[in-house]
C-alpha cells in the first residue's frame, strides 16, 4: 500500500511538472474561480473535490484541527490558505514519507495554523502592495496584515502587464510570513471559494511546505 501511494505522488508530482510547463511566465495556474460559492461547510467541500483535498483531509484530522474547518471549533469563520493534494505529494516524496501520518504531528498543526486566518478575507479586499528583501532587509509596502492562528501575515495584490502596457493585466494575490527575509512569497492559485464557515484560498502547486514552517 506504502509504495502504491508513493508511485501515485510520482505520478502526481510529474503530472505537476508538465502543466507548470504550460503556465504564463509568471508561474501562475490561473485556476480563478474555482465553483466560487458552496452551500455546506468548508469541511463538506474538500469532500466535492478529492483531487485536489483528499491529503488535505488527512492532514487536518492527523493534527486534530476538523473543528477549525467543520464549523464546530472556536473560529466560526475562516480564510484557509489552502495546500492541495500536488503539494503535500511532493513534501512526502521530499522528506522519503510513504504517507501523510508519517509528518510530525507538531509540523502538520504550525502549517495549518500558520495558514488559517479566524475570519473570512476576499482578494477584493487585499490591497495592492510589494514585499522586498536585499541581504537581510525586508521591505513591505502596502498590501494587509492580518493575525493568523499562528503569526502574522502579509497579503499583497500585484497586477501583472498586459501587452506591454503596466498595471493593466490580471490582479495576483500573495501571501508571505510578516517580517521574515528567508521566507519566501507564496501565490494564491484560485481565488474566493466561499463555504458557509469560511474563503478558501487556494495556494499554487507548487508551494513550499519548508517555507511555512521557518521559526514557527
Known amino acids: 500500500m506504502a509504495s502504491t501511494i508513493k508511485n501515485i505522488c510520482k505520478g502526481v508530482i510529474i503530472m505537476v511538472a508538465v502543466v507548470f510547463c504550460s503556465c ?33 483531509k488527512v492532514m487536518i484530522e492527523h493534527a486534530g484541527m476538523k473543528s477549525f474547518f467543520d464549523g464546530t471549533g472556536e473560529y466560526k469563520q475562516i480564510t484557509f490558505f489552502g495546500i492541495t493534494n500536488h503539494v503535500i505529494c511532493r513534501y512526502l516524496l521530499e522528506k522519503g514519507y510513504t504517507r501523510v501520518s508519517d509528518i510530525d504531528v507538531a509540523d502538520c498543526k504550525k502549517l ?28 513591505e509596502e502596502g498590501g494587509a496584515v492580518y493575525e493568523s ?19 493593466a493585466g490580471a490582479f495576483h494575490l500573495y501571501i508571505a510570513i ?7 512569497p507564496e501565490v494564491v492559485a484560485s481565488s474566493n ?3 458557509n464557515n469560511g474563503v478558501v484560498q ?6 513550499n511546505v519548508s517555507n511555512f514552517l521557518i521559526n514557527r
Open 202 to 207: 487556494s495556494l499554487n502547486y507548487d508551494f
Open 24 to 56: 504564463t511566465k509568471y508561474e501562475y495556474i490561473d485556476g480563478g474561480l474555482a465553483n466560487g460559492v458552496h452551500d455546506c461547510s468548508m469541511w463538506d467541500y474538500f469532500h466535492t473535490n478529492g483531487y485536489d483535498w483528499d491529503s488535505t
Open 149 to 167: 492562528v499562528r503569526g502574522e501575515l502579509f497579503l499583497w495584490k500585484l497586477q501583472d502587464p498586459y501587452q506591454g502596457m503596466e498595471h
Open 178 to 184: 510578516r517580517n521574515n527575509e528567508k521566507a519566501k
Open 193 to 195: 471559494i466561499q463555504t
Open 112 to 139: 495549518l495554523e500558520a495558514l488559517i486566518v479566524p475570519k473570512r478575507l476576499m482578494t477584493e479586499e487585499i490591497p495592492e502592495g510589494r514585499r522586498l528583501v536585499i541581504k537581510d532587509n525586508i521591505t
